[in-house]
């Protein structure tokens, strides 16, 4: 028994200075690592060390050998620690101390509200009213972009243009309003301004592209009155049309007190029979276009813009149908023609007065609010490169590194007994 009590000694002294100058070593260790404060991590440490012990290829004693039974791990605490970032300041410029804009303003502001509303994120927004001087919206820019770190706006096309030639873009800016206009001299837009305003020139091209593809060698006509809208929708889709490698013949119609010059009418009918285009454009309003295709008959497809859709979605259920236009197609944005759309649903409707009609183009403002807050808050996060299934349409953004590129794409429609419905896209 007495051999069996020395050996037990002898066995006893070995471990105590085989483990010592590990354990010494690893406590020097733990006092010069700053992770030492944090509960726990000291006695984690020593048992990592104990774990490498037992994987060197010393050799230990038989008794060393024999089977323990399992440790008891006590779960280690380390604390959470999170960081909130500051709000990022998004400003919304608009111009609603303007008699004439003051409505569009509280359409585009209720869009940018509701999708707030929908998904605030961190963001804080500030409102900016001006005017619609030219000067009096790039003085508001100015205020806008010394307080935040997101401008949104301006509305106008006057005070855009204002804005980039007297270099004043300071922060990222979102503005809700097209800088070039047909006929007009160019602005450069500078690299920290996406432009993503509503366009009927764009509508016009987008419609160019839809009907020209897989097609080769085809003329057109290209109708509108002298509405200077009308004339920018026309001549975009003429150049576009001629882009495709084909031929779009531009006419103006005349008007007078409301309607079309009906000699004018007879000659076009006379020579759409003859010279058989392939199809109509048309920079017109609905009621234009119901004259027109009284007049010329419905043999040759007729194509517009949005503003061949005259009613807000909620108000074609009430409305009477527009049986003249049936076959006429158009683009329009899905806050107009698709209720089932899952972005459109996500949003409340525009607020309106009881038992009046809804302005489609109103509509269509503050459908551009809710895409703007949700464009704006994607920048906000550091989005560089994204898409979006917008309200106003498919949206697709590359901002904040090299040129800014903004494309919408809007949904194809037809009229079908008397009421515009979506197409499958083509």
Known sequence: MLGNLARMFVLASFISGLCSPVLANTTADIAADSSASVPGIQAQRSSLDMMQLAQTDLALPEAMSAPLDDPIV?????????????????GLLLPRRSESLAQVSDAVRAGFIAAYQHEPGNIVINFVETGDAAQDVLSGY???????DIVVGPLTRSGATAIVQNHAVTKPTITLTQLNAA????????????????????????VANWVGKNRTRQKAFALSTNAAWQRRAVSAFAAQWSQLGMTAEVMELTMSGGFMNANALVQLKKRIQTEKPALIFVGLDAAQAIQLRLAIGGEVTMYGISQLNPFALDDWANADRLTDLEGVRLVDMPWQLQPDH????????????????????VERLYALGIDAYRVAANIAIKQTDFTLDGVTGKLTVRFGRGAPYFERVLQPATYREGMVQPLEAQ
């Open 74 to 90: 006590e779960p280690i605490e380390v604390p959470v620690i999170t960081t909130r970032l500051p709000p990022v300041r998004i």
């Open 142 to 148: 100015a205020e806008a972009a010394a307080n935040n």
């Open 183 to 206: 006929g007009e001299a160019e602005v450069k837009v500078p690299t920290s301004m996406l432009v993503m305003g509503l366009s009927i020139e764009d509508e016009a091209r987008q």
């Open 342 to 361: 899952a972005a459109v649903m996500a949003y409340p409707r525009l607020a309106k007065v009881s038992g009046q009609r809804s302005s489609p183009d």
